[in-house]
T-cell receptor, first 118, second 113 residues
Framework: AAGVIQSPRHLIKEKRETATLKCYPIPRHDTVYWYQQGPGQDPQFLISFYEKMQSDKGSIPDRFSAQQFSDYHSELNMSSLELGDSALYFC?????????????????FGPGTRLTVL | AQTVTQSQPEMSVQEAETVTLSCTYDTSESNYYLFWYKQPPSRQMILVIRQEAYKQQNATENRFSVNFQKAAKSFSLKISDSQLGDTAMYFCALPGGSEKLVFGKGTKLTVNP
């Protein structure tokens, strides 16, 4: 079965540079989530999209932006990179929210993009 | 706000034995799902099992099963016949509003030969 695809898998950037991470959800999934996982930490929610509209926002720095395109793929744009942005960035996809906080939609994760900021 | 607590930072088990990982949570929702994800050294996040809160029957997936106690807000994961490939970080997760997942801090499980 097709899984979530993320590219690139590894990315090395200098401070103050810009990075773009891409996510291709499982076919027919219309919801995309972005998470950031620092070393030794649990994943932290950044932002999500449903049907190309932002559906929720977490602890995402103003330097980051994201969008979901008409083919449902999503891109996370990160500018003015800082050393602290070094982390594993996951994208997950699911089949649409069921409403409220009662989720019937299982999130499937991509392999992640490992970002290193030097 | 939803919270998830995993009180065992690390655990170890001998191959072929059984181990139980604990998770407690807090939510104001009456209908929700709970998840266990596994993160092996490759750092891929892999869904292990999910439980629907309105179902009394505990979920089972091959060697993995849960003990779901809704009133106690407890959701433990039992791994039977542990295998070396089960060595991983295990995260308990709960939807935290607008479907985003809230994770516990994780339990690092080591299966010894």
């Amino acid at each position: 079965a097709a899984g979530v695809i993320q590219s690139p898998r590894h990315l090395i950037k200098e401070k103050r540079e810009t990075a773009t991470l891409k996510c291709y959800p499982i076919p027919r999934h219309d919801t995309v989530y972005w998470y950031q996982q620092g070393p030794g930490q649990d994943p932290q929610f950044l932002i999500s999209f449903y049907e190309k509209m932002q559906s929720d926002k977490g602890s995402i720095p103003d330097r980051f932006s994201a969008q979901q395109f008409s083919d449902y793929h999503s891109e996370l744009n990160m500018s003015s990179l800082e050393l602290g942005d070094s982390a594993l960035y996951f994208c997950a996809s699911s089949l649409g929210p069921s409403g409220g906080a009662s989720s019937t939609d299982t999130q499937y994760f991509g392999p992640g993009t490992r970002l290193t900021v030097l | 706000a939803q919270t998830v607590t995993q009180s065992q930072p690390e655990m170890s088990v001998q191959e072929a034995e059984t181990v139980t990982l604990s998770c407690t949570y807090d939510t104001s929702e009456s209908n929700y799902y709970l998840f266990w994800y596994k993160q092996p050294p490759s750092r891929q996040m892999i869904l292990v099992i999910r439980q629907e809160a309105y179902k009394q029957q505990n979920a089972t997936e091959n060697r993995f099963s849960v003990n779901f106690q809704k009133a106690a807000k407890s959701f433990s994961l039992k791994i039977s016949d542990s295998q070396l490939g089960d060595t991983a970080m295990y995260f308990c997760a709960l939807p935290g509003g607008s479907e985003k997942l809230v994770f516990g801090k994780g339990t690092k499980l080591t299966v010894n030969p």
